[in-house]
C-alpha cells in the first residue's frame, strides 16, 4: 500500500526507533520502519509505501522505505473518547481521555506506564519520548491526549490498546480530589 497521512506521533520515537503512527481525516494506523528511522518530527505530512501486517494485534504497515517528507504541520487534533471506549474502531488515532491513575507506575521499553479509568474501563497509558517525565502519580486525575496503539499478548486481537503520550504538554494534572469530610 501506498499512504499519505500526518504523523501522530514522531517517527522513530517508539517501538525502539522503528515505530509511530499517521493519521489521516478518516483514520489513524501504525507504521513500523524496517530499521531504527531518522525522527521525523510529529505534524509532518508524509507518504509511505509498504505492506499491511498485524503486529500483536495492532495493524500497522511495515515499510518498505524510508517515508517521503511532503510539508511540515501541526499534529492532528485529538478526538475526545472515554478510556473504556479506546478500542479497535479508534486504534491509530489521537485521542485525549480522562481520568484517574489506579496504579503505580511500571516500567515498559517505550517508557514508563500507568492505567487510567474514567469509570468506563481501565486504559493503559504509555509515556514515550520526554514525555516519560511527566508520569503522573496514583490518585492524579489528569487528561492525556496521544495515539490509541494495541500490544495484544493473548493472541485474541482484542486486548492490549494503550494510549502513547509522547508530548509532555498533552498532559493535564488536575486537583488532587481532597478527602470527605466525616461527621464527629
Excluded: C, N
Excluded at 2 to 23: N, Y
Excluded at 55 to 72: F, H, N, S, V
Amino acid at each position: 500500500v501506498t499512504v499519505e497521512g500526518i504523523l501522530s506521533t514522531p517517527l522513530g520515537i517508539l517501538e525502539a526507533g522503528r515505530g509511530g503512527f499517521l493519521q489521516d481525516d478518516t483514520a489513524g494506523i501504525a507504521i513500523y520502519a524496517a530499521s531504527a528511522a531518522d525522527l521525523v518530527a510529529a505534524g509532518s505530512l508524509i507518504r509511505v509505501a509498504g505492506v499491511v501486517d498485524d503486529r500483536y494485534g495492532q495493524r500497522t504497515i511495515r515499510l518498505a522505505d524510508p517515508p517521503a517528507l511532503l510539508a511540515a504541520g501541526l499534529v492532528p487534533f485529538a478526538t475526545e473518547a472515554t478510556t473504556g471506549a479506546a478500542v479497535e474502531p479508534l486504534e491509530g488515532m489521537r485521542l485525549r481521555v480522562h481520568g484517574t491513575v489506579v496504579d503505580a507506575p511500571t516500567i515498559l521499553a517505550d517508557g514508563p506506564a500507568v492505567t487510567l479509568d474514567d469509570g468506563s474501563g481501565p486504559l493503559r497509558i504509555v509515556f514515550a519520548g520526554s514525555a516519560g517525565a511527566s508520569v503522573p502519580a496514583r490518585g492524579s486525575l489528569v487528561s492525556v491526549a496521544g495515539s490509541l496503539g494495541q500490544r495484544d499478548s493473548s493472541g485474541t486481537g482484542t486486548t492490549g490498546y494503550r494510549l502513547f503520550v509522547v508530548d509532555p504538554f498533552d498532559v493535564i494534572e488536575g486537583p488532587a480530589p481532597s478527602p470527605s469530610l466525616t461527621p464527629t
